[in-house]
């Protein structure tokens, strides 16, 4: 795996890994959200009698779900607990932290920290290099991505991310030729927990072998598990869920994923000026007012917001104009 770079940016931060100039891995973390690792003091508001799970509030209010707890901790305890997920939206809900007792000292490890721990080499660089970062969310965003002979349409459900697999190829070609893609496309995006593939139906079992094969050299050395082809073209992989991926982040924080890449967008503008950000009033409550104080920061310009109800939610843009 080739080292990460990390980018500091307004209302989070992010990582990417780069291969002959492709990113082939990425992840985001956002300010004030719960990340694997962090160790925090949680008080211990309800639990089933006999029963090692249970909830947690933390000093700002927000719960978590606590495992592996002790027997003699009653409701009203404060432990100390580790993050071990991150939460992670869902259609109408949120699918909250999940936690468990801890012994270690409060810690809250940022991205860079995250990577080292997990025996990455990492650097923080003041912009990534030419890259293809807002191809990367634009796939995010669209749910599609295109390869030579067919796409991959992906669905954020509160079971499974799901693959559908369509194209013009015959079957097997077709399945074939989605094998790298999938496994690519896993990794850019961070996806973890349980994926669906549906691949087309293929009724010959050596064409099944085939593409189990396929996709098992693709993927490499991922860590994950996942079991063959059924009869049907479904095939299950189940990998560590720790934090949202970029596609959870895209189907349920749509609005606050464009906010962020906007101030990126308008951080990178070297022509001088005042930055005028031009945007979907969607976007207004998302863009904190700290943040664009430290955009400004950043810049040394004055911001100005324009709002615009004609524009696409994804068509904000930022410019510079005459001061």
Do not use: Y
């Not at 992840?27 to 009698?49: F, M, N, P, Y």
């Not at 969310?137 to 599609?144: C, F, V």
């Not at 992906?154 to 693959?163: E, R």
């Not at 996806?191 to 593409?211: C, H, N, W, Y």
Request: charged share 25%; aromatic share 4%.
């Amino acid at each position: 795996m080739a080292d990460w770079l990390v980018e500091r940016g307004i209302g989070e931060d992010r990582a990417i890994a780069i291969e002959n100039d492709r990113i082939i891995a990425a992840r985001t973390q956002w300010d004030g959200e719960l990340v694997a690792g962090q160790v925090i003091d949680a008080k211990l508001i309800s639990r089933s009698s006999g029963s090692s799970r249970g909830k947690g509030e933390l000093p700002s209010g927000s719960q978590i779900l606590l495992d592996r707890l002790p027997k003699d901790a009653a409701e009203g305890a404060l432990l100390r607990v580790e993050i071990k997920r991150s939460a992670i939206g869902e259609r109408g809900r949120l699918k909250l932290a999940q936690a468990r007792p801890s012994d270690r000292s409060p810690t809250t490890p940022d991205i860079l920290m995250s990577l080292e721990q997990e025996g990455h080499c990492a650097r923080i660089v003041h912009q990534f290099p030419e890259s293809d970062w807002d191809e990367l969310l634009s796939d995010a965003l669209s749910g599609e991505i295109h390869f030579k002979g067919g796409s991959l349409l992906l669905a954020a459900t509160p079971a499974m991310i799901i693959i559908d697999i369509d194209g013009t190829l015959p079957p097997c070609e077709l399945a074939l030729a989605a094998s790298g893609p999938i496994a690519d496309t896993l990794r850019r995006f961070d996806i973890g927990g349980m994926v669906g593939i549906d691949f087309p139906t293929l009724e010959q079992k050596s064409d099944r072998k085939a593409v189990d094969a396929a996709l098992a050299e693709a993927l490499g050395e991922w860590s994950h598990e996942r079991t063959a082809m059924n009869g049907f073209g479904f095939v299950q992989i189940i990998s560590r869920l720790q934090r949202p991926s970029l596609l959870h982040r895209a189907t349920h924080a749509r609005t606050a994923i464009l906010a962020r890449q906007l101030l990126r967008q308008a951080q990178m503008i070297a022509e001088p000026g005042a930055l005028l950000l031009t945007i979907h009033p969607a976007l207004q409550k998302k863009l904190k007012p700290e943040w664009l104080e430290e955009l400004s920061r950043r810049t040394g310009r004055e911001v100005r917001i324009e709002l615009s109800a004609g524009l696409a939610l994804g068509g904000s843009f930022a410019q510079a104009v005459p001061i």
